[in-house]
């Protein structure tokens, strides 16, 4: 008897409404997960299908907004029941649902732990948690006509180079603000510090969960400079972290760190005004590239209360697959954790103007050294706030430190 293949999309249902979505009967001994995902990550229906022909597997779509998520799991969860079997994960979720144990450990081989660096931030205690399928790491980028029109020879390897090269930018009258950055009392404020203590010194956090003094306040004073002397555009104080990044696209700025996918950015006209103009770099360190960047990636993992537990497994190392990964890039532009497929996705020229991609996704490690804290929410809250506070001129930058500290200090238990 033929086997029948059925997918069905759910739009936000809950797991008692799903039971009657449309899902077909099969016959008799058949299988079916279901997969909790934004539709960012939705694969296609004939991917889909290929997948239940190689396993005997049927895949029940739920997509619902990013933002219902979090709570549809953690409510399902805390009556002992799977939102689905499979569902998205945020990096900054990961110590939340690890404390909660809300998530199945996945195994996976060496070699693939390897290909991709940015497992490790969805790993706590040695156990991968879920697996990377979008990433998304910080990139620098700096607008070479500006530079050259301004009399800079090179792109900048410091962090003080890249002010050098603003002031000289602004003095120049190339560009008003020469460098972008989120400052808005909202998450993108809370990574861009991080980010930037990382990459300046190799460190944020103390073993302990406290954040580390001279890194973050060096960030801190770093930030601070760049608004006083008035580098940084006032409305990146209170507008969103991507109207920030835009700056650089639209030719109002000449240097930014920001998401990987600004080379791709960059290079559409509907988009970029300048397109042509931006190049892709290293992210800058103390004495030189710095070693490490960070990366703010999507995974899957498999729910602690699923009843499918196998199959959903199998499903998570087909849909992170090399081979999915080349698929979710042609058709809803995933960038690759595996760098393997990265490297490949270059080479042959499916990917253009990639620039420092590859070199720096190589890179990725975590800030994190007990892994992303379960209380990273109030923690974030805490740092972005004091960042505005500061951008704004209501705090110095000891005393947007002291601030955040406090709270994160108390939320780590000291």
Request: charged share 25%; net charge negative; proline share 4%.
């Amino acid at each position: 008897m033929k086997k029948v293949i059925s997918v069905v999309l759910c739009l936000g249902l809950t797991m008692g409404m799903m039971a009657g979505c449309g899902a077909k009967e099969e016959n008799e001994g058949s299988r079916q997960i279901t997969f909790m995902i934004p539709d960012w990550g939705v694969p296609n229906d004939e991917l889909l299908a290929e997948f239940t022909e190689e396993t005997g597997i049927d895949v029940v779509i739920n997509e619902v907004s990013w933002d219902d998520i979090r709570d549809k799991i953690a409510i399902a969860a805390s009556g002992g029941s799977s939102a689905a079997d499979v569902v998205e994960v945020d990096w900054s979720w990961v110590g939340e649902f690890y404390a909660a144990d809300w998530l199945e450990e996945i195994e996976l081989p060496e070699e693939e732990k390897a290909d991709m660096p940015t497992l490790d931030t969805f790993t706590v205690e040695g156990k991968t948690l879920a697996v990377p399928y979008a990433n998304d790491y910080r990139l620098s980028y700096y607008n070479t006509v500006q530079y050259k029109e301004a009399g800079i020879q090179s792109p900048p390897k410091t962090w003080d180079e890249v002010y050098e090269n603003a002031k000289i930018l602004k003095e120049a009258k190339v560009v008003d603000y020469p460098f972008a950055i989120p400052l808005n009392a909202e998450e993108a404020a809370t990574t861009s510090l991080i980010w930037l203590a990382y990459t300046m010194n190799g460190v944020v956090f103390n073993g302990d969960g406290t954040l580390n003094r001279d890194s973050v306040l060096a960030a801190l004073n770093y930030e601070e400079k760049m608004l006083q002397e008035e580098l940084i555009d006032p409305s990146d104080k209170t507008s969103s972290g991507m109207d920030a990044y835009r700056r650089l696209l639209s030719g109002d700025a000449g240097f930014m760190t920001g998401p990987a996918s600004f080379g791709a950015r960059s290079s559409n006209s509907e988009e970029c005004s300048v397109v042509g103009q931006i190049e892709s770099i290293l992210v800058p360190g103390k004495i030189g590239n710095s070693e490490h960047t960070m990366a703010l990636p999507e995974a899957i993992g498999i729910t602690k209360f699923s009843k499918n537990k196998e199959d959903a497994e199998t499903f998570v190392k087909w849909y992170t697959s090399p081979k999915m990964q080349k698929e979710l890039y042609k058709t809803n532009s995933a960038i690759p954790t595996h760098n393997t497929v990265l490297e490949e996705l270059i080479s042959d020229g499916t990917i253009t103007d990639s620039g420092a991609m590859l070199e720096e996704a190589k890179r990725i490690s975590s800030p994190f050294p007990n892994g992303v804290p379960s209380y990273y929410s109030e923690m974030s809250n805490a740092i972005y706030n004091a960042v505005n506070k500061m951008a704004l001129g209501e705090l110095t930058s000891e005393e947007a430190f002291a601030e955040m500290d406090g709270k994160i200090t108390e939320l780590a238990g000291k």
